[in-house]
Every structure is written in structure tokens, then in C-alpha cells.
């Protein structure tokens, strides 16, 4: 590898590699025992991978980092408040949500994929309030709704009030069902087997994806719309589907979380998964315009190793527990951010240029058209 | 039925949908024991708490920068004076403008990097706008804890160090402004005279600026950027001009809502600041593109009314608590509603 080369690979890695340094740095003085913490990464990468993964078709697609996976973990919070009410146990409850949810979160992605086609340009954004706005009709239907016009049995759920569902859900019944279902230890450390195997399952669903006459019309439709839309591609349908299977994805993908958890914080459950989700992504080296399987994976441990280590951290560095919260919160968002500029940059970049060579070519059009 | 299908296509659905909306509210409240005057006394000082933040989106709309999502890095300014002015132990109406003294020169350098950021990342300030927002307001949490303020009013009270999450103003200047001229009518209404005239300076201010050369041009840069440049405008430069404004709007707008409200907040409090303003000017009828003074007096008043009437008067009627539901889904509408909106009147107008 010659200079030219080293210096490339750590422009494009810039994000990962600032990550290493941090974790290196910030390990010692957390002081964490390394089993503890392969025991952590093991849980969070069970817990998060296949939300981090829903986020890949749309970024096939062109429509940058899809913050309206809320929806579908929205969709997923549904489907588990019934089968908690109905207490369906074990996998089956769990399937149950699955089967439950998946309707509502195909509805949800449509209509996202819809609003989303109406803003081209700034997707991004726009999911991004869409995720709030789905929230308050979410509250309406949860805090409102339930136990009053959407019939809820157990009083348990309910708030004193007599309807709305509480604030903290208890999902005892389906708690660890996937991640216990093949036990499997080495040393001390837990491993999910079973949720790893589903997580393989959806990494060979999104190869193969790739590889189909929708995949390929979503790239097409990623890298130019207009030359897609020639090429006798239905653009807008093209791009609701990928929403739609982004939505469907990351509503499994919650209920997987949710069942690692054990509770649900039906109010907030769904509120950051967009916000950690797409951190993590970004910090395993993607881009708004490019994402694959490993960046999931790398950037799923670097980002929890730091939200693991930072609190303590902070507390050896400067004696507070805080200062590392806030320095997690801070990472995170600065982190979206700085991708999202460097995106933005890029893009930028390119329309001035061409903007020049068509500047250029006009004027030595009109130069040989005076001439003659 | 010509001029009502016209006056609706202008006042756009929404816009029309809230006030009549809101008309309904007012209507409603005495029959449920709401004080009318109570009411439009609370409207009208939200409406000037607002007002200011609100004004702030509209430099950068003119300008092409797209709706100001990133105003918390305004706000932080505006709390770091509003600190620094209770640590210096001025009171009344001299703290006050202390304050604001120390806030603009700290928005001024904020905005100008922010400016400078935001000129490389063209077509999608809304975004970075948006995290940049995020992220500083994050940054600074981290700052409130560090920074070596003394003020016994302000820290911990058994840590010693860092600053409270809430801050009363009381013993400095809580509505000093406010009172300035206020006068009451009968027991329920009190007219926060001095606010509203401050407001109305405000928007003076930026009136008489986008009617000066300057103004005209940071125009025509949102407008026509290829034009601009053809006159010899410096795009970048109007850009930045604007987000400094915009900036140091949004340190003065928290001030004046601070001084209103009786407490500073800190630490994630500016977090969701962006959203009621940037709701708001919407509401007013303004566009990703366009935004004039006329509507963010509408829209802050439409939004603020609503926001100051629903939980009063619904919750009597159906004796539950759902403006906060209420407040994000109207919000986050609006919000929507015109990011998806102006897309269409664009490609329409490339197909003519």
C-alpha cells in the first residue's frame, strides 16, 4: 500500500478510527473487567443488530438514513401491548406481536414512503418529524384510545384511570424467549445463539435482495432518478417499497429488542431507537449514500463499547457519572451530524463542479458560435 | 364562492383548519368555565415570549437556508449571558440588557461559524441544521457542568459545582421587561406592555433591514441564486449574514422568554426550543422559502392561542389532559405538512 493509499483509507475510515482511539483511551479508565464487556457487546449486538439493519434498503435506494424506523418500532410496541394483554406466552407470543404488528407497520411505511416521495431531496428531515408526528397519533391511539375504544382486558396494564396503557409495560412473558432459546456459553459469556441465527437469516434476505430485479431497480434508482424513470423504472413505487420493508424490518427488529429488554417503556421505547440506531451505523463507517452488513456489526460494538465505558469514564476523569452521560448524548448527535455534513459537503461539491464543466462547455459554445 | 375558493388557496388548509380551530376554543371556553380575558391575557404573553424566537427563522428562509432548526445554538447564547448577568449580581432592567449585551457577541461568533458550516452543506441545511442543534445543546450540558460559575443562586446546592437544571430569575429580572408600561383591566387581563413593544421593535428592525441594500439582496439570493450571482451578489456572504442574525434573534428571543417565564433552563432544556418556532412561523403561512414578518405575527398567535387554550378548555370538556398529545401531533403537522408541500408547487411550476 503506497502513501497515496494509507492516506485515503484513513479519510474514508476517519469515523471508525477516531472510535478505536476513543475506546482505547477510555477502556483503562473504566476499569471494566474484559469478560464483562464481551458479555455486554454480545448482549447489545443481539439487541441492536437487527434494527441497524433495517436501515440498509433505503440507503440502496437513495433515501439517505431512514429515521422513520420509529414507525415501525412503533408498529412492534402495538403488537406487543396485545399479545402482553392477551398473555400469549414464549415464542408464540412473540411471533403473535410479529404477525400482529407487521399490518400496521406495512400501512405505516406506505405512508411514510408517500410523504417521503412528496420531499424529495430532503428525505432525511422529513422522516425524521414524520417519526414525531406518528408519535403523537401513536400517544393518541395508546394513551387515549385503549381500554376506551380498543378493548384492553387486563386492568393491570391500565392506568388508575381506567384506560390508557401505562407507563411501563412488564413483558415477563415473552422476556429472553428468542435469546434463551438455544443455550450456548463459552467460558462466562452468554451467547444468543438463536437471535444471531435470525440476524443471519435477514444478512442472507438482504444479499440475495440486492440481488433480485428490486434491488437492482432500487440501486438504479439510487444513483439517478431520472435516468431510472427512463429506463421504465416506477421510481416512486420503487422507493415506497424500500420504505416499506424498512418499516416491516425494524418493527421485528423492536419487538427482538424489546424481548432482550424485558420491559417496555411505552412511551419511549421507540423515541430513540432512529437516533442509536443510525449512530451506531454511522460510526461502523457508513455514509448517507453507503451502508453494508459490516458496517452494522463495527459499528454496533464501537458505539455501545462507548456507551458503555463513557459514564465510568467520566466519573475516574472528573469525579462525575454525568459528564459521561452527557458526553454519550453529545457523541451520538455529534456523530449524525459530522456524517451528515461530510454527505452534504461531498454533494455539494460535485454540483459545483458541475456546474463549472457546463460553464465552461457553454462558453466555448457561444466563443465558436461568435466565431462563425 | 370565487373569492372564498381564492382566499382558502392563499390562507393555505391548514392555517385555516387551526383558526377556525382556535375561534372554537374561544367560544367554547365560557360555557366551561374558562376565563375569556384570563385566556387572551395568557395568549398574548406567550405570544410575546415567542414571538422573538419565531422571528428568527425568517432571515434564514429569505436567504435560501430553509427553515432554522439549529436556533438552540441561538438559545445557548442567550442562556450564557443570562448566566453570566446573574453572576455579575445586576438586577432590573440594567440585568436584563447585561444579558443581552454578553449573548450577542457570543451568537455573533456561534453564527458565523454555524454560517460558514452551513454554506458548504447546501441542500441540506435543514438536516445538519437540525443535529447541529442537537449536538451543541449536548455539548454545552457538559459545559453547564464544568464552567466555573459561583453564583450561590445558580449551583448545586450540596455538590457545589455546576449549574442547576432550572434557575430561578426572581431576585434579578423577572419581568422586567414585562412590566414596563403593563396595565391591568378589570381582575383577569394584564397586558405585558414593554414585551409586546420589545417584540414590535424586533420586527421593526428586521422589516427595515430586508428593505435596505443588503436586505434586498439577501432576497434575491433565496429567491434566484443564479440571478444573485449575476448581480454580482456574494451568495455566501448574504447566506452568513443572515444565519448570524438569525442567531443572535434567537440568543435575544430566549432572554426576553426567560425574563417572562421566571426560570432559565438548562442542560436539555433548549433541546426542543427549535420546533415551537419553526411550527409556528409555518402556521403563519410561510414556506420553506418564503417567510415574512406578517407571518410569524399570524402564526405565532394562532400557535401559542392553541397551545394556551386546549389544555384549559379541552380538558373541561372531556375532563382529560391531551394538549401535550394535541401539541405534538398540530406541531409536527404543520412541520410536514409543509416540507411535502413546497415540493410539489416546485415540480408543478418545472412542468409549466
Known sequence: MNNKNIKKFFINNAVPIMFIVLSILA?????????????????????????????????????????????????????????????????????????????????????????????????MVTSYILGFFINGVYQLVVLYGMGRIIPISSNTMLLPRGY???????????????????????????????????????????????KTKLGQDMRAVGQDMEVAANAGIPVERTRVLSIVISTVLACIGQIIFLQNIGTMNTYNSHEQIGMFSIAALLVGGASVAKASIPNAFIGIILFHIMFVVSPRAGKTLVGDAQIGEYFRVFISYGIIALALVLHAWRIYKEKERARMMFREANSSVSSESEKG | MEKIKIFIEKAGWPRIIIGLFLLALFITAPFVNVNVFTSISDVLVRFGMWGILVLAMVPMVQTGCGLNFGIPLGIIAGLLGAVTSIEMNVTGLSGLFVAMGIAIPIAVILGWGYGLLLNRVKGGEMTIALYVGFS?????????????????????????????????????????????GAFNIGDHFYFPTGMIIFFAIMCLLIWALFRTKTGTAMTAVGSNPEYARASGVNINKMRTISVIISTVLGAVGIIVYEQSFGFIQLYLGPFWMGFPAVAGILLGGASVHKATILNVIIGTFLFQGILTMTPSVINNIIQTDMSETIRIIVSNGLILYALTRTIKAKSAKVKA
Not at chain 1, 447489545?44 to 434498503?57: C, E, M, P
Not at chain 1, 412473540?94 to 411514510?112: E, F, K, N, Q, R
Not at chain 1, 462466562?188 to 435470525?198: D, Q
Not at chain 2, 457542568?145 to 450561590?152: C, D, G, I, N, R
Open chain 1, 27 to 123: 477502556i483503562p479508565l473504566a476499569g471494566l473487567s474484559g469478560e464483562y464487556l464481551i458479555q455486554e457487546m454480545m448482549t447489545r449486538l443481539a439487541r441492536y443488530l437487527f434494527l441497524v439493519l433495517s436501515l440498509l434498503i433505503p440507503i440502496i435506494a437513495g433515501m439517505g438514513l431512514n429515521f422513520g424506523i420509529v414507525l415501525g418500532a412503533m408498529a412492534g410496541q402495538i403488537g406487543l401491548i396485545f399479545v402482553t394483554d392477551w398473555s400469549v406466552v414464549g415464542l408464540s407470543g412473540m411471533t403473535l406481536a410479529i404477525i400482529i404488528s407487521m399490518p400496521i407497520a406495512i400501512i405505516l411505511g406506505w405512508i411514510a414512503g408517500v410523504a417521503l416521495n412528496h420531499a424529495k431531496g430532503r428525505e
Open chain 2, 136 to 180: 451543541s445543546v449536548a455539548f454545552m450540558s457538559m459545559m453547564w457542568l464544568l464552567l466555573p460559575y459561583k453564583s450561590q443562586d445558580m449551583i448545586w446546592a450540596y455538590g457545589g459545582q455546576g449549574l442547576r437544571t432550572t434557575i430561578s430569575v426572581e431576585n434579578y429580572w423577572f419581568h422586567s421587561l414585562n412590566d414596563i
Open chain 1, 164 to 210: 390508557g396503557i401505562r407507563n411501563a409495560v412488564d413483558l415477563e412473558n415473552i422476556r429472553g424467549c428468542l435469546d434463551k432459546l438455544i443455550p450456548l456459553k463459552i467460558g462466562n459469556v452468554n451467547i444468543p445463539l438463536a437471535t444471531f441465527l435470525l440476524v443471519g437469516v435477514l444478512c442472507v434476505f438482504i444479499i440475495w435482495f440486492r
